[in-house]
């Protein structure tokens, strides 16, 4: 891609130091056109760049969500071992029949909310590993726009590129 923007980079600095020497409006005019293809050929690179950012945050983002529902999980696991120890000791000592029963419930609603937060824990995650698809694939679509300006490396080619970057970044903001 640095090869295409020092090329329309160059192609820019000739294009103003002709119009300098020439000083015709028509010289003018070519100069501001290979500036407006060096100018969509940046904004497209703006573009796929912050798409690449926005996925890579997602992923980050749906790896922390998974990461929290694996412990969510293993905390209900062991709250319900925990709550089934407690309440076997509670049958075995007559003695202290009330303070086990009163960890068991204890024992018992923390499980309870363990496990009522693992679907929503769960639940997150998918939605963090379904936008980090989304953004992944709207990444993946940016580049193959820039890829094809970047074969053809036309004004025509970087403009196209430009006004999909555009289509594909809103058609994925409103959805």
Do not use: C, Y
């Amino acid at each position: 891609m640095t090869d295409e923007a020092n090329h329309w980079a160059e192609e820019t600095t000739r294009a103003v130091a002709k119009a300098k020497a020439i000083g015709t409006p028509e010289a003018w005019q070519e100069a501001a056109k290979v500036a407006v293809v060096l100018s969509e050929l940046a904004f497209t690179m703006q573009t796929s760049v912050a798409a690449k950012q926005v996925s890579e945050q997602r992923e980050q983002s749906a790896r922390h969500a998974t990461e929290r529902a694996r412990i969510a999980a293993q905390t209900a696991v062991d709250a319900n071992r925990s709550a089934q120890q407690t309440t076997q000791a509670a049958r075995e000592a007559a003695e202290a029949a009330k303070v086990a029963e009163r960890a068991a419930a204890e024992a018992r609603a923390a499980a309870e909310q363990a496990d009522q937060a693992v679907p929503q824990l769960a639940e997150a995650a998918r939605v963090a590993e379904q936008a980090a698809a989304e953004a992944e694939h709207k990444a993946q679509r940016l580049a193959e726009i820039v890829a094809r300006a970047s074969t053809a490396n036309t004004p025509a080619a970087w403009n196209q590129a430009l006004k999909l970057s555009s289509e594909v970044t809103e058609s994925r903001a409103a959805s």
